[in-house]
Structures are given as structure tokens and as C-alpha cells.
């Protein structure tokens, strides 16, 4: 969605005999924006002069062009690339810096991002996306993520490492408007991390702030983070109160944050940074320390393992969106666009042949319990090797 957005503006920009200074900000990241050509651009202006203010763009949809070659499915795997950060966090003897940890974990997501500020695929109902990672030390991870409601738009996951001692529940429930020259997108849904070598910690819960592409139809284009979100922990008591901080109109810098972190009613520190280069952490009580450096830590992005596509299912998300990402990346935007209708298509034939007979979707992997999206596993608890076995044979039954 937000790339759509920012190129719309680029290209207007553009038609009016703008500057390459007078449309990027100064202090933003040279990819943060691109270029559409006069044919892109007619499109999107196009587009545009049909949307109203406060309109629902869940529905709406979007040229090829603007894509990022994956579905958002996979996007979500940005936030399990860097394990370190979080692995070993129960052995840490003081609350605090377990907390610390998994704050440490939730940040060090935001800076993957592909060039041009690309908006990912929509998943449709029933397409999953599911990975393996094989670490270092010779433990592994899995992660299976399903699109549980296409209306409204429902994706949930699940991430765990058995040997690593670390599971990751949650869901993403995006909801997107058009404001004049703004597009907003509410991330509403939450992680719930589980450190099993300290269950009586229970679940550290974080939410999402919203995205904002300002200066579509005039002013400066750009992608922001914005509003404030949580990291919390209701056992210690401990919470982290995140805002991800807009640029003024005169004053201030992109991609910046401040927080507290708090035991109960009192301050143990602050958090401060760019989410796109530094970020630190200023304990009450010790030294400031670095929580992530995207430029020195930033490369060393875990690998997954994804089943080649004519092993995978026909459900499963680079199977299924194989033809459109295969023209993106070959810039043949005519067969993206067919290859993309032809998938959207089946879903609206699909649809409408449930509606016919009164079936009923049931989700592959996930159920709803007590109101939220759970896997349908009984997680293992311990690190042994038929608990992986256990929840690779449910990730992959026919392997």
C-alpha cells in the first residue's frame, strides 16, 4: 500500500517540473523512493483521482508495478531474522534484562525493506507461507504463517524453536485509508512471545505502530512509522511505551523513536534512535548500550529454507504468486498484471462456488480460541528431538 503511494507522488512531483532535491527529504534513505515512468505514472494518477477521503482501501486494487515480489505472508519472517537477539533471554537472571531482549528483538525488524518502498502481495483466503531456518549451532526454527479472513484481511503466525527455547504467536489485521495527500495503515493485531525456559515469565505481548506515505499529491514524499506502540510483560510488570516519531513540519529527523521503560508505575530507562541506524537503551540505574546497529548488525539476516515451488502446495504462497513474481522480476509489467488477475480470479470463483454450496473455509493451520488466531499444536515444551520432529511433521505432513 505505502508504495503505491510514494510513487504516485514521485511521479506528480515529477509532472510538475519539481527538482531531484525538491522531491526527496533530505534525510531519508536514497531507497526510499523511485521513479515511475510516464506510463506508471498515468496509472497511478488515474487511480488516485478515484479514491475519497476516509475511503477503505482494503478492496481497492493496485497495478503490478508497485509490488514487492512476495506475499506479506513471508514479509513477517523480517521480524524472526535476527534470533541471536532473543535466544538465551531465560537465561538471564534479572527480569529486566529478559525484557530488555525481547525489546531488542521487536526492533531489529523495521529495517528490512525493499527498494522503492514496494507494497507486498495480499494474501488471499487459505494461501500459507511456512519456512525452516538451520542455525549456526546447529539448532533450527519454524515458522508457518496462513491468511485466516480475507474480509476482513486476517494473517496469523507462528514461530518456535525448540532447542532455542522460544515461540512466537500473533496476528496482523491491516487496515488501510486515504487522507487527501496521506495514505494510513492501522497494523492492528500482536506478537506474543513465550520464553519456555521461564514459563512462569508468561507471554510478552507487542504491538504494531501505524504507516503513514505523506506528500502523495504535493510537500515531500515519504514513508513513516508512526504513533506509539507496546511491549509489555504483565508478570514483572514491565512495559515499554514505543513511539515511533513523524517528522514537523520544521523540526526533527525521520525514522526516530523514543520510549520508556517502566516496573510497574516507575522509569528504568529510555529508549532513543533511528529504527533505520541506531537505537539505544539508558538504564536509570547503568550506562546507555546499544540495542541495534543496523549498519553492523543489520547484514547478518538469518536464512530460511523454502521447499522448491514444485514441491510446495498449490496454496502455498511462492507457488501460488510464482507467475507474477516471475514477470516483476523480469519487468514485463503486461504479464505480471495477467499472471495477478488470474489469481485473484480463482479466489472470486472460489468464493462464490462456497457461497453456492454454504461450505464453510477452515483454516489449515490455525483456529481461534478465546478470540484470537492459536496454531492447532500442542506445543512442545522441551527442546528434545520429537518435539521438533513433532512440529516439523506438522508443518509439513507429507514430508
Known sequence: MMGLFSQAGSHIRRARG?????????????????????????VITSLISQLRVGMDLSKVTFP?????????????????????????AE???????????????????????????KKPYNPVLGEFFRCRYDYPNGTRGFYVAEQVSHHPPISAFFYV????????????????????????????GENRITLLGKPDDGDYVVTMPNMYARGILFGKMV????????????????????????????????????????????????????????????????????LFDVDKDGQSIAPKYVAPEDEQD??????????????????????????????????????????????????RYFELRDGRWCPKLSIPQDASETAIQTVESWIWPHA
Open 161 to 188: 524453536s525448540p532447542e532455542n527455547r522460544v515461540i512466537i504467536v500473533g496476528e496482523l489485521r491491516p487496515k488501510s485509508k486515504f487522507l487527501g495527500n496521506s495514505v494510513s495503515t492501522t497494523m492492528e
Open 64 to 88: 503490478t508495478f508497485v509490488l514487492e515480489p512476495r506475499s506479506m505472508l513471508e514479509r513477517i519472517t523480517d521480524f524472526m531474522s535476527h534470533p541471536d537477539l532473543i535466544f538465551g
Open 223 to 290: 514513508l513513516e512509522l508512526g504513533d506509539t506502540c507496546a511491549v509489555k510483560n504483565n508478570r514483572h510488570r514491565l512495559s515499554c511505551d514505543l513511539e515511533f516519531k513523524t517528522k514537523g513540519f520544521f523540526s526533527g529527523t525521520y525514522n526516530a523513536i523514543v520510549g520508556r521503560v517502566r516496573k510497574g508505575s516507575m522509569d528504568t530507562g529510555e529508549v532513543s534512535g533511528r529504527w533505520s541506524h541506531v537505537m539505544e537503551f539508558k538504564g536509570t540505574s547503568n550506562g546507555k548500550r546499544v
Open 314 to 363: 498449490p496454496y502455498e504462497s511462492r507457488r501460488l504468486w510464482h507467475k507474477v513474481t516471475q514477470a516483476i522480476e523480469a519487468k514485463d509489467m503486461e504479464a505480471a498484471t495477467r499472471a495477478k488477475t488470474a489469481v485473484e480470479d480463482a479466489q472470486r470463483d472460489l468464493r462464490r462456488r462456497r457461497d453456492e454450496s454454504g461450505e464453510i473455509f477452515v483454516p
Open 18 to 42: 519539481l527538482s531531484e532535491d525538491e522531491r526527496a527529504p533530505e534525510d531519508t534513505e536514497p531507497d526510499d523512493t523511485s521513479i515511475l515512468d510516464e506510463n506508471e505514472g498515468s
Open 91 to 117: 537465561s538471564c537472571p534479572e527480569p529486566e534484562e529478559r525484557f530488555i531482549r525481547v525489546l531488542q528483538y521487536y526492533l531489529a525488524g523495521w529495517h528490512i525493506k525493499p527498494k522503492g518502498v
